[in-house]
């Protein structure tokens, strides 16, 4: 991900990340060497992000569904 950013890297100051157990330590570091600051998802907190959870599951009803639509 860093590679495909490039020199826009700069420009984060913030990456926000649940707990998921593939996001190792050595993921953590690439980005705060880069001087970007890990924000982690509070835990069991499923509602933390409602915006974005209510646009992704909008999205799977939409495209994923296989029932035709009315």
């Given at each position: 991900?860093?590679?495909?950013?490039?020199?826009?890297?700069?420009?984060?100051?913030?990456?926000?990340?649940?707990?998921?157990?593939?996001?190792?330590t050595?993921?953590?570091?690439?980005?705060?060497?880069?001087?970007?600051?890990?924000?982690?998802?509070?835990?069991?907190?499923?509602?933390?992000?409602?915006?974005?959870?209510?646009?992704?599951?909008?999205?799977?009803?939409?495209?994923?569904?296989?029932?035709?639509?009315s």
């Amino acid at each position: 991900m860093m590679i495909e950013l490039g020199d826009r890297a700069e420009g984060f100051r913030f990456l926000i990340r649940d707990r998921d157990a593939k996001f190792t330590t050595v993921f953590d570091e690439v980005f705060t060497d880069a001087g970007i600051r890990i924000l982690k998802t509070p835990p069991r907190a499923p509602q933390a992000n409602a915006y974005i959870e209510r646009w992704i599951s909008g999205l799977r009803r939409e495209l994923l569904d296989p029932r035709p639509r009315s």
